[in-house]
Structure formats: structure tokens, C-alpha cells
């Protein structure tokens, strides 16, 4: 019985990594493709070897998810509709209300280039695919598996929700606090408070149903907010 337990571990493990890896080429992809347009797009944002290097310090992370009570990637007990379907929704609302709080309230007239947040299309699929993946990887994955870790070990996990929740609340703050913005205090207000109810539920799709629910969720938001705006504005507002 043991040894069927740790053979589906095993597998489990090698998924994660099979599944992490096959992440990291498409990011190399996107930096191959960026350079071979960058003639054309001058102010493309590229992404560089360093970033994927970078990446590589998760690896460690991807042996303990059932150590840390975190589902691992394709975790049979975790469905489709939990998995993908419901955080990709999520995350286009969350895409949409951005859609419409910035970019039709704030700024209704065409752009006359393509802005910072937007990058031309295809490239954009692949800049934001490793963005997302970026981000997850270093404000879920890392922090929240080492803090489940740790809630799962200390005294055999008399405190593990309240690790959880304690980290859950902390990797929601980072991100709306390093992308503090200027404006009036509705937008700020907004942008803090949006920011903030993203990624706490990320914390809490990632406990329920693992790395890949949360980073959908996070997709779902870059789809409707930087990959479709982006095609709007390059092949409508630009032309």
C-alpha cells in the first residue's frame, strides 16, 4: 500500500516539474520571438535569460506541496471546473473592471501609440503568459508554500489556518503596495482595494486547488487587460 502511495507521489512530483519546465520554455520562446521583433518594435519590454534562471529557484518547492497540504498541479481531487474554469472567470472580471474604470472612465479618447501596460500583439500572449507565471511563482508559490510548510509542521498543524491566513493576507498586500498608484483617491481607493481582493483569493485558490488555479486566475485578468485591450488598441484605436 506504501509503496502505492509513493509511486502516486512520485508522479505527482514528476508532473509538477514536467508541467514547470514546459512554463520556463515558453517563456524562452518569448524571449527568442521578442528579439527577432525588436527591429520592428523598438520599445518592446523583453524579457532575458536572467529571468528564466530566476525561475529556477522554485524548483525545490514543487517535492513538498503535499507536505504543505497544497495540491500539486493536476491533483485528482481538485476539478476542472476549480481549476480552470472558475479562477479564469474570476480573473476576467477583474479584467474587465479594469477595463472600464481605466480605460473607458479615465481615458475614453484613442491612443495614439501603444502604451506601456500593452505590447503588440502576438508577442504579448507570450510577454504575459511569463509575467503571470513570474509573479505567481514569487508571490504564491515560494511564499506560500514555505509558510504552509511551516503551519503544517509546527506543532503537527495545531496553527496551519492561521499560517495560512497570516500569509494569505501579506502576499495580497504586496502587490497593490509595490504598484502603489497616483491619481485621485477614488482611483487610488480602487486600484488598492481590486489589487488586494485579487490576490487574496489567489492565496486561497492556491491552498484549495494549487499553483496552476491561481495563476489561471491571474491569466484570466492579463487576457482581458493587457493580451485583448492590446489588440483593440493596436489594430482599431492605432490604425
Request: aromatic content about 20%.
Amino acid at each position: 500500500m506504501m509503496k502505492e502511495k509513493d509511486l502516486r507521489c512520485s508522479k505527482a512530483i514528476l508532473s509538477n516539474i514536467l508541467t514547470y519546465v514546459g512554463f520556463l520554455i515558453i517563456a524562452l520562446v518569448g524571449i527568442y520571438y521578442g528579439r527577432s521583433i525588436q527591429g520592428i518594435y523598438p520599445e518592446i519590454r523583453l524579457w532575458t535569460l536572467e529571468n528564466v534562471v530566476t525561475l529556477c529557484l522554485a524548483f525545490p518547492f514543487l517535492f513538498i506541496f503535499g507536505r504543505a497540504r497544497i495540491p500539486d498541479f493536476f491533483d485528482k481531487s481538485v476539478s476542472m471546473a476549480q481549476r480552470w474554469y472558475l479562477p479564469l472567470a474570476l480573473g476576467a472580471v477583474f479584467g474587465i473592471l479594469d477595463v472600464l474604470v481605466i480605460k473607458v472612465c479615465m481615458h475614453p479618447e484613442p491612443y495614439v501609440e501603444l502604451p506601456p501596460f500593452l505590447q503588440p500583439f502576438p508577442y504579448s500572449l507570450f510577454l504575459y503568459f511569463s509575467g503571470a507565471f513570474e509573479v505567481e511563482v514569487f508571490y504564491r508559490l515560494i511564499p506560500m508554500t514555505l509558510i504552509l510548510w511551516l503551519g503544517a509542521n509546527y506543532k503537527e498543524g495545531l496553527y496551519f489556518h492561521r499560517f495560512f491566513w497570516v500569509g494569505a493576507m501579506l502576499t495580497a498586500l504586496r502587490e497593490p503596495l509595490e504598484q502603489w498608484p497616483a491619481g485621485e483617491t477614488w482611483y487610488i481607493t480602487y486600484a488598492f482595494c481590486s489589487g488586494f481582493l485579487m490576490n487574496l483569493l489567489q492565496a486561497v485558490f492556491f491552498k484549495k486547488y494549487g499553483f496552476l488555479a491561481s495563476l489561471i486566475l491571474r491569466l484570466g485578468h492579463y487576457l482581458v487587460w493587457h493580451i485583448l485591450l492590446g489588440v483593440y488598441v493596436q489594430f482599431v484605436e492605432l490604425l
